[in-house]
T-cell receptor, first 114, second 112 residues
């Protein structure tokens, strides 16, 4: 069964450093998402992406964040200058598109900012 | 405001007992409703979803959920819990194709 994959599974970085989280969505899916879950808190929506454009973003997704689909398979989330409060589990999700409305999630990348 | 409430942070049930996890939502229109499960170290796996039609939906691993519009609820049930069901369960709502709003999650422990 096809699945969403994410790399790395864990990343430790110093405050102020740039990080890139990578996702490979399910191959025929057209819609892509990033969510995050700070320890002990709810899973929160960050951004959705379709047709090489951001279609929706949350207040969390400020200028420090960017997303890109650099080729036909990868979908990346970049944090330019990490803060302590960016420490969280980051989930990528993908969706095929109408009529399929289900988002399928990857296993997550646990980011720790020191 | 749009929100999802899972009132039970942690539930413990005995193996073989029945289970009901509660989910209430506040949403402007009829939402798409989902239950996901997260085992330790794993991602979010879809258990079941409701878009329209029959308000009782069946999912994987023997789970079912019932949509009650009048109560704004989408409770998850299983008639007989197995030890492998121990995990965290998330209810989520959203518009067609849009961002999902998640509940806090309910952690399920299963006693032998």
């Amino acid at each position: 069964e096809p699945e969403v994959t994410q790399t790395p599974s864990h990343q430790v970085t110093q405050m102020g450093q740039e990080v890139i989280l990578r996702c490979v969505p399910i191959s025929n899916h057209l819609y892509f998402y990033w969510y995050r879950q700070i320890l002990g808190q709810k899973v929160e929506f960050l951004v959705s992406f379709y047709n090489n454009e951001i279609s929706e973003k949350s207040e969390i997704f400020d200028d420090q964040f960017s997303v890109e689909r650099p080729d036909g398979s990868n979908f990346t989330l970049k944090i330019r200058s990490t803060k302590l409060e960016d420490s969280a589990m980051y989930f990528c999700a993908s969706r095929a598109g109408p009529p399929q409305e289900t988002q399928y999630f990857g296993p997550g990348t646990r980011l720790l900012v020191l | 405001a749009q929100s999802v409430t899972q009132p039970d942070i942690h539930i413990t049930v005995s193996e073989g007992a029945s289970l009901e996890l509660r989910c209430n939502y506040s949403y402007g229109a009829t939402p798409y409703l989902f239950w996901y499960v997260q085992s330790p170290g794993q991602g979010l796996q879809l258990l079941l979803k409701y878009f329209s039609g029959d308000t009782l939906v069946q999912g994987i691993k023997g789970f079912e959920a019932e949509f009650k519009r009048s109560q704004s609820s989408f409770n998850l049930r299983k008639p007989s819990v197995h030890w492998s069901d121990a995990a965290e369960y998330f209810c989520a709502v959203g518009p067609q194709g849009g961002k999902l709003i998640f509940g806090q999650g309910t952690e399920l422990s299963v006693k032998p």
